[in-house]
């Protein structure tokens, strides 16, 4: 059973359309993570959100994490090539639970 | 500063034999925590450490995996015997505080192929 599904599993767009990817669970979590993963390369860390509604912004990057805490969206605008990767979603059940990974959002953005 | 380092970056075995993955943390940090990735189970925690001490195996397949953190720089997953199911990409992670909110910085993982 996966805890956080991510959707979709594959996007394919053109450079300058906007897009909106989902992080969603049945479950309650305490903080949630995204990451996001080259080829080739480890995750790295994009942003950590922790209460329920809030809102960060990251350049063209804008994450929410949902009101009651149990799903997460991350929106693009104006794709760029170098946006091209797998996004991980993460999520801990409390503040010192290891983090559960969904299976990602694998993008290509094509010039 | 250095990041995480790991080696082997790719570790190519034949079923049955034993695979050693080796992995620094960066300076400083108390947390250590290894992961498994492939396309159908995606990223998975193995075990984690706090200050070299093992504190969560239970994402630890079969008895054929362990791991150990003889120093704070330094830390192993061996596999032994190794099966073709075993073929995935291994990160080792590390992170200040192991609070949930914290960063984890990844090293660039193994990828391990067991014919």
């Known amino acids: 059973t996966q805890l956080l599904e991510q959707s979709p599993q594959f996007l394919s767009i053109q450079e300058g359309e906007n897009l909106t990817v989902y992080c969603n669970s049945s479950?309650?979590?305490?903080?949630l993570q995204w990451y996001r993963q080259e080829p080739g390369e480890g995750p790295v860390l994009l942003v950590t959100?922790?209460?329920?509604?809030e809102v960060k912004k990251l350049k063209r990057l804008t994450f929410q994490f949902g009101d009651a805490r149990k799903d997460s969206s991350l929106h693009i605008t104006a794709a760029q090539p170098g946006d091209t990767g797998l996004y991980l979603c993460a999520g801990a059940y409390s503040g010192n639970t290891p983090l559960v990974f969904g299976k990602g959002t694998r993008l290509s953005v094509i010039a | 500063d250095a990041g995480v380092i790991q080696s082997p970056r790719h570790e190519v075995t034949e079923m049955g034999q034993e695979v050693t993955l080796r992995c620094k943390p960066i300076s400083g940090h108390d947390y250590l925590f290894w992961y498994r990735q492939t396309m159908m189970r995606g990223l998975e925690l193995l075990i984690y450490?706090?200050?070299?001490?093992?504190?969560?195996d239970s994402g630890m397949p079969e008895d054929r995996f362990s791991a150990k953190m003889p120093n704070a720089s330094f830390s192993t997953l061996k596999i032994q015997p190794s099966e073709p199911r075993d073929s995935a990409v291994y990160f080792c992670a590390s992170s200040l505080e192991g609070r949930a909110v914290d960063t984890q910085y990844f090293g660039p993982g193994t990828r391990l192929t067991v014919l």
């Open positions: 959100v922790v209460t329920g509604g």
């Open positions: 479950s309650v979590f305490s903080s």
């Open positions: 450490f706090n200050n070299n001490v093992p504190i969560d």
